[in-house]
């Protein structure tokens, strides 16, 4: 019975053994109201990688906040927004940003809406040609 106890007690403190807290800047602005918006627009640039459509700046996932702590860590110590965003972009990889740089992995998503634009201009074009 009391091997039942502690094996049900286990199951139910597992999940809650496991969360953390936050880290220490996740939620916590900087000091400096300068570097504060430096990095608040430099999340706002930065994908979270668990909601995917969603910044860092907006999103409450505890990879998002690791990323906002990381990124304001960065910014206090004195480290430029584009260097901090290419350091992210190096352990991530490019879709951590919105804005991916053209490249050759990266072509289609820049080519894209040029060429369905160029579709719906050649239908619309065909479809006033009949009428």
């Known amino acids: 019975m009391t091997r039942r ?3 049900a007690l286990a199951l139910v403190a597992a999940p809650v053994a496991a969360q953390r807290p936050p880290a220490a800047l996740a939620y916590t602005q900087l000091r ?7 990095a608040r627009a430099l999340m706002e640039t930065l994908r979270c990688l668990v909601c995917q459509g969603q910044s860092i700046a907006d999103s409450d996932a505890d990879m998002a906040g690791d990323m906002r702590a990381l ?9 430029r927004p584009e260097q901090v965003r290419q ?5 991530y990889g490019d879709y ?7 490249g050759g992995t ?16 050649l239908i619309a074009r065909i479809s006033f040609r009949r009428r």
């Open 5 to 7: 106890v502690l094996v």
């Open 32 to 38: 400096n109201p300068a570097q504060e918006a430096e």
């Open 71 to 79: 990124v304001r860590q960065r910014i206090a110590g004195g480290e």
């Open 87 to 91: 350091w992210l972009i190096a352990r």
């Open 96 to 102: 951590v940003t919105f804005d991916p740089p053209v």
């Open 106 to 121: 990266t072509w289609p998503l820049w080519l894209a809406p040029i060429v369905l634009l160029g579709v719906g201009v």
